[in-house]
């Protein structure tokens, strides 16, 4: 079973954001990535034609989700599975 959840480490304990449907004594691996959120300029990542290229982008959220939706795994394994094979 693969499960990705948000958690907040308090006190030394590692504390789900949500309610975990898990059986008590259940004995996990956990893989900790931060979440800390992007704080930067964004702009600088892309060319002002890409910008403007990317308003004209006719990609719908059910497109987005299908595509989503086919990655095995979590997207950050992809991710990370795209980068090794640089």
Same mark, same amino acid.
Do not use: C, H
């Given at each position: ?6 958690? /907040?480490?308090?006190?030394?304990? &590692? ?10 004594? &259940?004995? /996990?691996? /956990?893989?900790?990535s931060?979440?800390?959120p992007?704080?930067?300029?964004? %702009?600088?990542?892309f060319? +002002?034609?890409?910008? @403007? +290229?990317? &308003? #004209?982008?006719?990609? %719908?959220?059910?497109?987005? #989700?299908? +595509? ?7 997207? %950050?394994? +992809?991710?990370?599975?795209? #980068?090794? @094979? #640089?």
């Open positions: 079973m693969r499960k990705t959840f948000e958690a /907040v480490y308090e006190n030394g304990v &590692l504390r789900p954001v949500q309610r975990l449907s898990l059986p008590d004594q &259940l004995r /996990v691996t /956990v893989t900790i931060d979440t800390t992007f704080e930067g300029d964004a %702009s600088a990542y060319s +002002a034609e890409e910008w @403007e +290229a990317a &308003l #004209r982008d006719e990609i %719908s959220l059910d497109e987005v #989700r299908q +595509a989503l939706s086919s990655i095995d795994g979590s997207l %950050s394994d +992809a991710v990370i599975a795209l #980068r090794e @094979e #640089r």
